[in-house]
């Protein structure tokens, strides 16, 4: 079991390095947008409402084909290897031309549902042409981390997000543009992964669908796609209801802070890349239940040790004054810290979530995806309607947490259902009972009295020893658990 652990590790290490760097000099790019002039608050809240639409038209495009690839192929007899990359390869680059035609024939449905002004009109054409080249480099992505080509998907990605970034800082501070560099660099960046996978393309495809595969394929990913697509609904719906129920300069506050849980968002990412391959790969062995219970707890201690460090120490580092009296965020955006700590928690059980995953790709359940986050998005969209007005953006924060605490819930009941996995329940519901405390002791310090260092330090403290004195994990397994990870080979 610990040779399997290892394994997973490294994979998660490697994906890692795309992930978090490469995401972290994204997120560079926020301290960049909020403290340049040429994009104000309002500016800042229409291209997140914008990338919440790619995000949702993202899905669209694969409608669950990515997932049903990597299932198919993985037990795939290997001269079969071929037509099950092909197949669904051809199948995706024909349907996502035919579904960039509809958004261009409809551009005047769409382009005032986005919110898009006059001014950035020719956003939306950036916006159809980012779908296209995304979608046709998706098998090829896929067919990388099925084979384990950690390192070459881990370069491709990095080029990507170093080349968005600098042709971003080229754009705004050289040519003075504003959020439309956003969008060219995006697609500048597509462009070249697209191209990038070629090689991957071409060692595996043959000139030929095989209708066959496409319907097993279709049968599979069809049902994930409502689940897909309210697991998205989940992740960007906020938005469009901040800006409805508020106003642009509200949801670019909103955003700016939001993201700062990049860095729970990261660790549960680069999880779940090297996870699912993982979970497909192993399900065959004797012990796979066992070593998939001690996944999942040693991934919420980490992940709980990671939130909260996050949480107690995230406001320092935003007001970090960097140069010029400029912050990592900018000063207009600070006033929104206090949703962090809600949208860390949220990644967290959306890393559950994708824990409980398991069980409904080996036994083929996928069809319940869509109850789960169907739910999962009714939550958000209910909590969100009810706690705006109440609170404000922190309601908006609440109402991401809720649904991932109901979709976590509900499909660890399904999975379970199908695929009964004994989890080690006792640490797992000290790990949540803490957790759970500590937010609300957070908050209630956070809004009534001044969160000094010290106090931080001594939450930090108590937190530390809670895990050890409920014997969440012993000392002994500390060191083990390190050995281990230390000698990964």
């Not at 969008?183 to 066959?212: C, G, M, Q, T, Y």
């Amino acid at each position: 079991m610990i040779e399997k652990i290892k394994e997973l590790t490294k994979d998660t290490f490697i994906y890692g390095i795309s992930t978090i760097v490469g995401r972290f000099l994204g997120f560079l790019l926020i301290p960049f947008y909020t403290n340049v002039p040429s994009i104000t608050q309002s500016d800042f809240g229409i291209y997140s409402n914008i990338y919440a639409y790619l995000a949702l038209f993202t899905i669209i495009f694969i409608y669950g084909m990515d997932a049903a690839f990597m299932k198919y192929t993985s037990v795939a007899e290997e001269d079969k290897k071929k037509d099950t990359f092909s197949s669904p390869f051809l199948f995706v680059s024909l349907t996502s031309l035919l579904l960039s035609v509809i958004l261009f024939l409809g551009k005047d449905f769409f382009i005032p549902l986005m919110e898009i002004t006059e001014t950035y009109s020719r956003i939306y054409y950036y916006f159809i042409l980012i779908l296209i080249f995304d979608s046709i480099a998706l098998i090829p992505f896929a067919s990388l981390r099925l084979k384990r080509k950690a390192v070459k998907f881990t370069s491709i990605k990095m080029v990507n997000i170093i080349l968005n970034l600098t042709l971003n800082l080229v754009l705004i501070l050289n040519y003075k543009m504003g959020i439309e560099a956003i969008f060219i660099s995006n697609l500048i960046a597509s462009v070249f992964s697209a191209v990038a996978v070629v090689p991957e393309i071409l060692s595996n495809l043959k000139f030929r669908i095989d209708i066959s595969i496409i319907k097993t394929m279709l049968k599979f990913g069809l049902p994930y796609l409502p689940g897909s697509l309210a697991a998205m609904f989940v992740q960007v719906i906020d938005r469009p209801i901040v800006l409805a129920m508020t106003d642009a300069k509200t949801l670019g506050i909103y955003q700016a802070n939001y993201k700062l849980g990049i860095f729970m968002m990261l660790f549960v990412s680069m999880f779940h890349y090297a996870w699912q391959p993982f979970f497909l790969n192993n399900a065959k062995e004797e012990n796979a239940k066992e070593l998939f219970s001690k996944i999942l707890t040693l991934f919420l201690l980490a992940a709980s040790i990671i939130w909260i460090v996050l949480t107690l120490f995230v406001s320092d580092f935003a007001s970090w004054e960097i140069i010029n009296g400029k912050t990592i965020i900018g000063k207009k955006y600070l006033s929104g810290l206090y949703i962090v700590p809600a949208v860390l928690l949220a990644y967290l059980f959306h890393g559950l979530y994708v824990n409980f995953t398991a069980g409904i790709y080996i036994e083929e359940k996928t069809k319940y995806f869509p109850l789960v986050t169907g739910i999962g998005a009714a939550v958000n969209i209910l909590s969100n309607i009810i706690l705006i007005p109440l609170i404000g953006i922190l309601g908006a924060a609440l109402a991401t947490l809720f649904s991932y605490v109901a979709m976590s819930a509900g499909l660890f009941i399904i999975s379970q259902r199908f695929y009964e996995i004994n989890y080690e329940y006792g640490r797992i519901a000290k790990i949540l009972l803490l957790l759970i405390f500590t937010c609300c002791l957070y908050y209630f310090l956070y809004f009534n009295y001044e969160l000094t260092l010290s106090i931080k330090f001594l939450i930090l403290l108590g937190f530390s020893s809670a895990v050890i004195g409920l014997r969440i994990i012993s000392k002994e397994e500390i060191i083990r658990l390190g050995k281990t990870l230390l000698h990964i080979k």
